[in-house]
């Protein structure tokens, strides 16, 4: 554990596992989109504790516009603030809470590079069950059919 001790100038980021990570995200992503374009996001549950996380964030965040998510909505110094207690509080409640996941900018689009960014597990999993719980993903089923991965 010494190791863990060490200044993080000393190490490197590992090629490897920042591939691996980015083919992962990338498998989230596919499955949740494909998911939301077979039925109803309404039905969807992505947690246990989806109430929770869904009433809190609407609490925190009354009026952001979950259609489009601009990026320095979330990422700006300011918004960093008042995201950060947000997340915090779910630190030791949803696994991976501060994992990096891939969340659509546009919702009533697919992940493609321009309408993609990189947020917290929990970013997303907030903004997502608004999306769903408010309608904003309806729009997905008509426009968009479930696509086969390359390993079906």
């Not at 980015?22 to 077979?38: P, R």
Request: charged share 35%; hydrophobic share 35%; with cysteine.
């Amino acid at each position: 554990m010494d190791v863990l001790r060490r200044p993080a100038e000393e190490f490197e980021n590992d090629q490897t596992v920042e591939t691996l990570w980015a083919i992962k995200a990338f498998e989230h992503a596919e499955v949740y989109f494909n998911i939301l374009c077979s039925v109803d996001p309404k039905l969807l549950k992505l947690t246990p504790l989806d109430d929770l996380i869904y009433s809190s964030f609407r609490q925190e965040f009354p009026k952001l516009d979950i259609e489009v998510i601009k990026e320095d909505e979330l990422k700006s110094t300011k918004e960093k603030a008042k995201w950060r207690p947000y997340c915090e509080r779910f630190k030791n409640l949803v696994e991976d809470y501060s994992y990096g996941t891939l969340l659509r900018s546009d919702a009533k689009d697919d992940y493609k590079e321009d309408n993609t960014m990189l947020v917290t597990r929990i970013q997303f999993y907030a903004i997502e069950l608004a999306r769903n719980k408010e309608g904003v993903n309806d729009i997905l089923r008509s426009k968009f059919k479930p696509c086969k991965s390359e390993g079906d």
